[in-house]
Nanobody, 119 residues
Framework: QVQLVESGGGLVQAGGSLRLSCEAS????????MGWYRQAPGKQRESVAL???????NYADSVKGRFTISRDNAKNTVYLQMNSLKPEDTSVYYC?????????????WGQGTQVTVSS
């Protein structure tokens, strides 16, 4: 059994910062790519930032220069540092990880954490 548990969401004023964390636990043999996605009401889930096991990163154009993704492989944890937040960043943020548990690779999702940016 593998679980992803997110933390760090909340309410912040425009221009502020938040740091999201997501820890993977359970029967983990290896973790490949990890990432953050978000979904606002009435919209499709979109990719925000991705990081490979080797540390290569990729960002959505809308967050480049403001968000930074990082990971601590020893802790099976991925982070999302969000600076200069805007009201349009308001969403539920989900972490995702491709994890090998026993003999199989699967994609796992966290439960989501709400980020609300007030104007």
């Amino acid at each position: 059994q593998v679980q992803l548990v997110e933390s760090g969401g909340g309410l912040v004023q425009a221009g502020g910062s938040l740091r999201l964390s997501c820890e993977a636990s359970g029967s983990i043999f290896n973790i490949n790519a990890m990432g953050w996605y978000r979904q606002a009401p009435g919209k499709q889930r979109e990719s925000v930032a991705l990081i490979t096991s080797g540390g290569s990163t990729n960002y959505a154009d809308s967050v480049k220069g403001r968000f930074t993704i990082s990971r601590d492989n020893a802790k099976n944890t991925v982070y999302l540092q969000m600076n200069s937040l805007k009201p349009e960043d308001t969403s539920v943020y989900y972490c995702n990880a491709r994890i090998r548990s026993y003999l199989r690779w699967n994609d796992y999702w966290g439960q989501g954490t709400q980020v609300t940016v007030s104007s």
